[in-house]
């Protein structure tokens, strides 16, 4: 009841309209901190324009051009949390390699984004972590979640499960504790920062090689 409450107030992306995720926002607004963990794609903070648009034509096959376009510019909006530079949003993210692998867009789109994940971790508040394949079974193959914390110690931690048409907040601590354990074991198992960033560069390096091979068959 009271996150519906606040969803009411006026927040910046109700001048986009209608959007069914404007709970989540709010919150991710008002988040001293941000953990994540994506399975399939790269988190919504992290996306380059290029790659938010192919995410949401892919996701969202019957939507129309003017919507598309919506979306990716509250995605874009939303990434001023993590660019502010008197309070960034402290944002920690473990990312599947399957998410890296699958190719969104183009060979060109998923090059830009792998050097734009590089680039983005290299920031203090930032740290990204490769789940490598070769992990085998983990914690996270049940589905992607975010873990939100805030400044003000009354304001519960909340896990937020993304659907299809509705959202699932969670904020029993016992629920929190078991989804922040969860996420304990993807850092240990995912390799650490340093780590990742060489392994997205070799990513990087396979899609500039794609890319370089599209270019010269067409």
Known sequence: MQMA??????GWWHAFGDIPYSVYIGLETDAASLRVYEGSLVP???QTPSYASAVTEGSWPEATAAEVERRVQVRMRRQERITDPENPLRLWAVIDESALRRIVGS???MREQM???MEFSLRPHITVQVLPYSVGAHPGMYGKFSILEFHDPQDASTVYLEG???DLYLEKPNDVQAYSVMYEHLRMQ?????DSRRFMLRV??????????QDQVS
């Open 164 to 166: 299809i048409t509705s």
């Open 204 to 213: 990087a390096e396979d899609w500039a090689r794609a890319e370089q091979g």
């Open 115 to 117: 050097e734009h994940l």
């Open 44 to 46: 919504g903070l992290l």
């Open 5 to 10: 409450k606040e969803s009411r107030q006026q």
């Open 107 to 109: 060979n060109a789109i």
């Open 190 to 194: 995912a390799l650490n920062a340093e």
